[in-house]
């Protein structure tokens, strides 16, 4: 491997020029240098990683395992530098017409983004909120390449990179709701009266199991998952209306108990407190609008947080 005092970090971008084209010919085009350059520039390469780098096949040039590996520590090498050697603009949201695009579960979205959105639309009408929902990977490409700027939902969840910035947002915990005038539960369910319900699930991918029944699965208990509902929307007004029983995010069940007439009770289940989050990565640290839209992000969480969990 290169000793760092005698490696040229100009090879770094040419390296990744030929990591994205994997063809000495375009590489050189897009350095603007001759291909014998560029074949020279990745002789270097080798003799400094003592690896291949690029080899040929039958599809054309194909990066070594060692070069796999280097690409993306590379990439955010350079991105860091480039953003190291700008000076940085002052981020006015009063005048600002930045799009920033925001990935969270549908519990985040609900919780957060209706304060989130008016409080921006009141102090940088300019600025647009898009927001994507999380999928089961966690999305580092964007977030390396900017078209992603934060990450929000449960960190237990996400399981984030241990290189991203992770601000604690507030806590929750798992509650369950049934109907007001439920015939059978009138009060805190004992765990023989949870498991002899009826249960409504929410689970965007259709599984029939979550945290709750792997750890009733650790007694040997299960419980009947009667209804499996992908979103979050139809939950209280179906659970209003039966006699299932649903257990969810306890700050969830108070929003739902003022939509409909709902009681709101503890699980029965000895389960942890679960951490919110907002995630991001370390290259736009210092970019002052990339600050501010976490700083009102983090303003909305407090207000939300400082209700306490009561059950």
Request: hydrophobic share 45%.
């Amino acid at each position: 491997m290169a000793n760092l005092r005698t490696f040229d970090l100009n090879l770094l971008l040419a390296f990744d020029v030929l990591m994205r084209e994997r063809n000495v010919t375009r590489a050189a085009e897009s350095m603007f240098v001759t291909q014998s350059a560029m074949s020279h520039t990745l002789h270097r390469l080798r003799q400094h990683l003592n690896d291949p780098v690029l080899v040929k096949s039958p599809g054309g040039m194909q990066p070594t395992a060692l070069a796999l590996t280097l690409v993306e520590p590379v990439r955010s090498l350079l991105k860091e530098m480039e953003r190291l050697l700008e000076t940085p603009q002052a981020f006015d949201p009063t005048a600002s017409q930045r799009r920033f695009t925001i990935a969270a579960t549908d519990y985040m979205e609900f919780l957060m983004l209706p304060t989130l959105t008016q409080m921006i639309e009141r102090v940088a009408p300019g600025v647009d909120i898009h927001v994507k929902r999380t999928e089961s990977a966690f999305p580092l490409p964007q977030l390396e390449n900017g078209s992603l700027d934060v990450v929000l939902g449960f960190v237990s969840v996400l399981n984030p990179p241990a290189h991203l910035h992770c601000e604690i947002l507030f806590k929750d915990r798992m509650a369950c709701v049934v109907r007001q005038d439920h015939p059978r539960i009138k009060a805190p369910p004992s765990l023989a009266d949870y498991l002899a319900a009826a249960h409504m699930l929410i689970s965007r991918t259709g599984d029939k199991l979550g945290v709750i029944d792997d750890k009733l699965a650790e007694t040997g208990a299960e419980r009947h998952i009667h209804c499996i509902v992908p979103h979050f929307l139809s939950a209280p007004l179906i659970v209003a209306q039966t006699d299932m029983i649903l257990s969810l995010p306890y700050r969830l069940a108070i929003a739902f108990r003022k939509l409909v007439p709902l009681s709101i009770w503890p699980v029965p289940v000895e389960l942890p407190d679960y951490d919110l989050a907002m995630i991001w990565h370390p290259l736009w640290e210092k970019d002052p609008a990339h600050g501010w839209l976490r700083e009102q992000i983090s303003r909305v969480a407090r207000t939300i947080g400082a209700s306490p969990l009561e059950l």
